[in-house]
């Protein structure tokens, strides 16, 4: 692996964000920052983002304000038959999301076809595998739009 780094047109987009590539050396992981033309070293992926942020900061004579206030695009390399499971892995999460939202949308139009042939509540919930409580739910609900998810942080907010 070169430690050697060059600046690049790409590595600071024309709104601000910092590329950072990052790739495993032995123990640690090499962080580089390329608009800075520096590097440093994180020994866990959980110290990359504040260990690049913080040489930013360093080396452009930055507030700790406005280091945080920095958006960084983090792109760890990862062997190839990992990288394509992770690929694959994310792409099964997306279609499971897609699903789940689909069968949603199928529960809810079951529930009012039954309401609307006169089944009772208790027995649409009994029918569905829900409680009756659920059934009287998904028969009045409106239709929401669907929302984006995004995966929940780890650590404060």
């Known amino acids: 692996m070169s430690t050697a780094l060059r600046p690049a047109a790409a590595d600071t987009q024309p709104d601000g964000i910092y590329r950072v ?9 090499f962080v580089s920052v390329p608009a800075v033309d520096r590097a440093t070293q994180a020994r866990h ?10 040489l930013i900061r360093v ?4 507030t700790d304000e406005q280091a945080a206030a920095l958006v960084l695009d983090i792109d760890i390399a990862v062997p190839p038959d990992a990288a394509a499971l992770l690929t694959h892995a994310r792409q ?9 939202r689909e069968s949603a949308i199928a529960l809810r139009e079951a529930a009012r076809a039954l309401h609307t042939d006169g089944m009772p509540v208790r027995d649409i919930g009994g029918v569905l595998g829900v409680s009756h ?11 929401a739009p669907p929302v984006e998810t995004t995966r929940p942080t780890t650590g404060p907010s």
């Open 92 to 100: 099964l999460a997306t279609d499971a999301e897609r699903l789940r």
């Open 21 to 29: 590539a990052v790739e495993r050396d032995g123990k640690f992981w």
């Open 133 to 143: 409580q659920r059934a009287h739910q998904l028969i009045t609900e409106e239709l």
């Open 59 to 62: 080396m452009l004579n930055l």
């Open 45 to 54: 992926v959980r110290e990359i983002e504040p260990m690049a942020r913080d």
